[in-house]
Nanobody
């Protein structure tokens, strides 16, 4: 089972930026679609962004479109989420996952511990 580890979260002021990373030692990482999800306190986990195995296709939730950018480096087995123009409503724990396709809501394997993003006003 592929283990993914998220990092890069933190406390940032509204309008600021953060870059999240998701790493794995699994050599098969580059053969799967991947994506980011987030869960705010008291809310369901929601889809944020997805990317095809090659990185050639990317998808975003309407709430982050134009502000977030997903990318991947299959040579280094890393998935990224560049988050710009952060808003208070982006505050959540962010999780990465591998999937059968970029838009899938079901993931392959288990959720990791996530990385906390807190946006202050």
């Amino acid at each position: 089972q592929m283990q993914l580890v998220e990092s890069g979260g933190g406390l940032v002021q509204a309008g600021g930026s953060l870059r999240l990373s998701c790493t794995t030692s699994a050599r098969t990482f580059g053969t799967y679609a991947a994506g980011w999800f987030r869960q705010a306190p008291g809310k369901e986990r929601e889809f944020v962004s997805g990317i095809s195995w090659s990185g050639g296709s990317t998808y975003y939730a309407d709430s982050v479109k134009g502000r977030f950018t997903i990318s991947r480096d299959n040579g280094k087995n890393i998935l990224y989420l560049q988050m710009n123009s952060l808003k208070r409503e982006d505050t959540a724990t962010y999780y990465c996952a591998i999937k059968d396709n970029p838009l899938a809501l079901d993931i392959l394997g288990a959720w990791g511990q996530g990385t906390q993003v807190t946006v202050s006003s």
